[in-house]
């Protein structure tokens, strides 16, 4: 059986982990190499937090990015209005809430992992094998560590 408790531990309060991984997303956009920087582009085009409505003047003007337009993406797709919101309440949450964020830095990299189409059937497969659940937009993922 696989542990279904975290297999991580961090020591970083939630909000300064977003504002760490904003940073390294906003390298990430700026960056010549175009399969590093169009992910990030693509979400924040997705959360509307600039003013550029289409990818190609994203990308023209991907070097006038601000560490803010990063931090207003993470806290759009947290489900806050923006970054001011999210930064009052994100500590209070359960290191959970941003598990999907650590998945994208590679935390997670020590051990196996089980992806799944929604969470429901990784709750499903959980109940019969174990895994920690990481949610990942519509996604889940298994995240395994012998108990």
């Not at 085009?45 to 990818?55: G, K, S």
């Not at 207003?72 to 500590?91: Q, T």
Request: hydrophobic share 35%; proline share 3%; charged share 30%.
């Amino acid at each position: 059986m696989w542990s279904t408790s975290c297999p991580i531990s961090s020591s970083v309060s939630n909000s300064d982990y977003l504002r760490e991984h904003a940073r390294r997303l906003l390298r990430h956009a700026r960056d010549g190499d175009t399969s590093a920087s169009m992910p990030v582009l693509r979400r924040l085009l997705a959360t509307n937090v600039t003013r550029a409505e289409r990818l190609a003047d994203l990308h023209a003007m991907r070097d006038d990015l601000q560490l803010k337009h990063l931090l207003s993406m993470l806290a759009v797709e947290l489900g806050y209005p923006g970054w001011d919101a999210c930064k009052s309440h994100i500590d209070e949450q359960p290191d959970a809430a941003i598990d999907r964020y650590r998945l994208d830095a590679g935390a997670f990299n020590d051990y196996e992992k089980n992806w799944f189409a929604n969470e429901s059937e990784a709750r499903e497969w959980q109940r019969a094998h174990g895994g920690y659940i990481v949610r990942y937009g519509e996604q889940a993922v298994a995240i395994l560590k012998r108990e």
